[in-house]
């Protein structure tokens, strides 16, 4: 195995920052913050259910002309916009929302949750005022199911409460489906997902960087043995068929021909005897 300073020195060194800045700054840290996040997204669905024509969410969509104007408030309301979906499947998503954030804060701890999360907010909100153009939370919640899925691979969920999904298996799809908001999605949307993992990145960079260089490493390891194996004992003198190419074939020496000569069992009896002056030319 490779010193672990070559492999692990980079998360060792984003762990140390991370630690610093927990010993100063987490008496700051937001306890339950999916929670707040997931109850004031179901506070805003119902008035917008209630009250549809209170235009509820054009005054938190994440504007960046408007903010220039004074509404500062868009900087963060946005990520109270909850999906569009209908009143039985909103209870669903909101209730996952609340799954996935709190297993990353009794992971992590609040004060890495909240770093993990206010990461995506404030790339998010960059990205927007880059393009010019406003964002939604989608992409936000989707880095959270990704890292969820990272640290719980196994995790299962019912899809249409009948069958049983791995996260991991979902995660793939979601990276499918960002690869394809990257390549044909207009520029606000690319902008979006892309920034939306940079909080991902950052907190699992250095752990992919270090699963790919073991793998490589036990590839070149496994290589020279693999090698080995290819190698045979036991070969035909006739057909040249080794027991590579076919496990089920005996091999025999002929005790009538001079010097070491094995046959399969195909030749065993069927071969011309291999004597001393023919082998020498004699």
């Known amino acids: 195995m490779p010193p672990p300073g070559l492999e692990y020195g980079a998360k060792v060194k984003d762990m140390k920052i991370l630690n610093r800045l927990e010993r100063a700054l987490g008496r700051y840290a937001i306890r339950e913050l999916m929670v707040y996040i997931v109850g004031i997204n179901a506070l805003v669905y119902m008035l917008r259910f209630a009250y549809p024509q209170s235009g509820a969410m054009g005054k938190l969509w994440l504007d960046p002309q408007l903010i220039m104007q004074g509404e500062v408030w868009r900087l963060v309301t946005w990520i109270f916009i909850p999906p569009a979906a209908s009143i039985f499947w909103i209870f ?81 799809l979601n990276w499918l489906f960002l690869a394809f908001t990257v390549l044909t999605a207009p520029l606000a949307h690319k902008a979006a997902a892309l920034v939306s993992v940079s909080n991902y990145f950052l907190f699992f960079g250095s752990d992919i960087i270090a699963t790919a260089r073991r793998r490589g490493s036990s590839y070149n390891r496994r290589r020279p043995f693999k090698a080995a194996k290819k190698t045979t004992m036991h070969k035909c003198t006739v057909c040249q068929i080794t027991e590579a190419d076919n496990p089920q074939m005996d091999f025999r020496y002929c005790s009538t021909c001079e010097g070491d000569f094995e046959y399969c069992m195909d030749h065993l009896k069927a071969h011309e005897h291999v004597k001393k002056s023919i082998k020498d030319g004699e």
């Open 92 to 172: 669903f998503i909101l209730y996952f929302y609340y799954i996935v954030g709190t297993g990353l804060e009794h992971e992590w701890g609040s004060f890495r949750f909240n770093v993990y999360y206010f990461t995506g907010i404030f790339a998010t909100a960059l990205a927007a005022f880059i393009v010019g153009d406003g964002a939604t939370a989608l992409y936000l919640n989707l880095s959270l199911f990704l890292a969820f899925a990272y640290i719980y691979p196994d995790y299962e969920i019912l899809i249409f409460f009948v069958f049983p999904v791995k996260v991991k298996y979902l995660a793939w």
